[in-house]
């Protein structure tokens, strides 16, 4: 059985969002059967990792959201009898209480909640080395993740991973929403057509008249709200930066992803992302305004060459970090 942090009482609502996101990733929710941009995305991932995790490794997973990264891992080692310890961290209530529905059989697997409470009762983002009680890890990963990081906290979270990997760890990360100049023109990055989404939506009457109801700065609370959910991205030069000044060593690696149609739909459906659609009412008025509007973004984006009949390309960028090895 995993040990740490455990969910208490879920609403349904909860409960749905984890379930949803997870189905995002895999079809049917059966662990076996990843879809195919989360086992392509997440497989280089792994492949830039794994060599440097050996038996007894302490591995940390720095946004494991469901599980999806975690599972794709663990199912490699377990396949070449590599035993680990895996530390997973996430500050999404929904989504980490689906991870640990999934992973917490395991004895090798831990959770952190990154997120507390302060004094005032300010919600605030837990301390990599609290987290970790002081051990230092071998290998953190993180998939998916940093583009969520405000370009702000990179500086102080690059630190924290620095300081939290033993001499000669090293960190791997990948993401598809960081800009680069390697991305090729027949590429989008990974959440364009979402952001596009939010566009088309902004000006959607019903959605305008909802807001007209609210308070003003309800509504403005609200709008940036929904803005964050998919932030404009970054350049990769803000991440190298931030791990250059904690030390760290860098080699950038790239990939083309393809999304399928019907992920894409799966993906912008999960309801922490159909969020983008709020204030409309969830369930079939938001879905299907979505629904509606995805198909008509994955259009332009064939005649603009980023897409197929089938799906999109997004690019993801790989990173591999290390902390030079002690003399
Ligand atoms: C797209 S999910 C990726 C989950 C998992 N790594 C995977 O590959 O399926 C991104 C995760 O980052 C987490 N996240 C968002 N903002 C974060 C932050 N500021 N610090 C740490 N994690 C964050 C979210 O809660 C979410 O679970």
Redesign the pocket.
């Known amino acids: 059985m995993a040990s740490g942090w455990v969910a208490e009482e879920l609403d349904e609502a909860q409960v749905a969002d984890g379930e949803s996101?997870h189905r995002a990733?895999y079809h049917d929710g059966d662990l076996r059967r990843p879809v195919g941009w989360?086992r392509d995305?997440?497989g280089h991932l792994l492949d830039l990792a794994i060599p440097h995790i050996t038996d007894g490794a302490l591995v940390v997973?720095?946004?494991?959201?469901?599980?999806?990264?975690?599972i794709?891992l663990l199912r490699v080692l377990d396949e070449r009898g590599i035993s680990i310890e895996l530390i997973l961290?996430?500050?999404?209530i929904s989504?980490?209480a689906k991870a640990r529905n999934l992973l917490g059989h395991r004895d090798d697997v831990h959770f952190e909640l990154?997120i507390s409470q302060d004094e005032s009762g300010k919600t605030v983002?837990r301390e990599l080395d609290e987290m970790l009680a002081g051990r230092k890890a071998d290998v953190i990963i993180?998939?998916?993740?940093l583009h969520?990081?405000?370009e702000s906290?990179l500086g102080d979270?690059a630190n924290q991973f620095a300081g939290s990997l033993v001499s000669g760890g090293v960190f791997v990360w990948d993401s598809g929403d960081v800009e680069s100049g390697m991305r090729p023109p027949d590429a989008a990055c990974l959440h364009d057509p979402y952001r596009s989404v939010r566009e088309n939506l902004r000006d959607d009457e019903s959605r305008q008249a909802m807001l007209a109801e609210m308070r003003e700065e309800d509504a403005v609370r609200a709008e940036r709200r929904v803005d964050r959910i998919f932030p404009v991205p970054f350049t990769i030069d803000v991440i190298v930066e931030a791990l250059t000044n904690a030390g760290f060593t860098s080699e950038i690696s790239s990939q083309i992803v393809n999304f399928s149609n019907d992920d894409a739909a799966r993906f912008i459906l999960v309801p922490r992302l159909a969020e983008i659609a709020a204030p409309l009412i969830e369930g079939e008025e938001r879905s299907s305004a979505i629904r509606e509007s995805v198909g008509y973004v994955l259009s332009q984006m064939r005649e603009a060459g980023t897409a197929s009949d089938i799906g999109y390309r997004s690019h993801w960028l790989y990173g591999l970090h290390a902390i030079p090895r002690l003399k």
């Open positions: 996101y990733l989360h995305s997440v997973d720095y946004g494991s959201g469901t599980g999806g990264s975690a794709e961290v996430d500050p999404l989504w980490f990154s983002f993180s998939s998916s993740t969520l990081i405000p906290a979270l």
